[in-house]
């Protein structure tokens, strides 16, 4: 019942997922700051709780359409 569309907020999230991604990859690569794949950690566990509550309250919801399901 919503629009597939994403906004700003979605392409920010999507582009830090990415950033998360590569940290963890340059992390694993010998002689890398072992800190980076701490930092990919957060960045991502970051990501995820943002994206959790931003879809995360549609569960229960009625849908925005007003058909039924």
């Known amino acids: 019942g919503r ?3 994403a906004d700003n907020t979605v392409w920010g999230l999507f582009w830090t997922l990415q950033l998360a991604t590569v940290l963890r990859i340059t ?3 010998p002689g890398a700051p072992g ?3 701490l930092v990919a950690a957060l960045v ?3 990501v995820m709780a943002v994206w ?4 995360g ?4 919801r009625l849908r925005v ?3 039924p399901g």
């Open 35 to 37: 800190g980076l794949i």
């Open 57 to 60: 309250s549609w569960f229960g």
């Open 3 to 5: 629009a597939l569309v």
């Open 44 to 46: 991502w566990a970051m």
């Open 27 to 29: 992390g694993a690569v």
């Open 52 to 55: 959790g509550v931003r879809y």
């Open 65 to 67: 359409d007003g058909k």
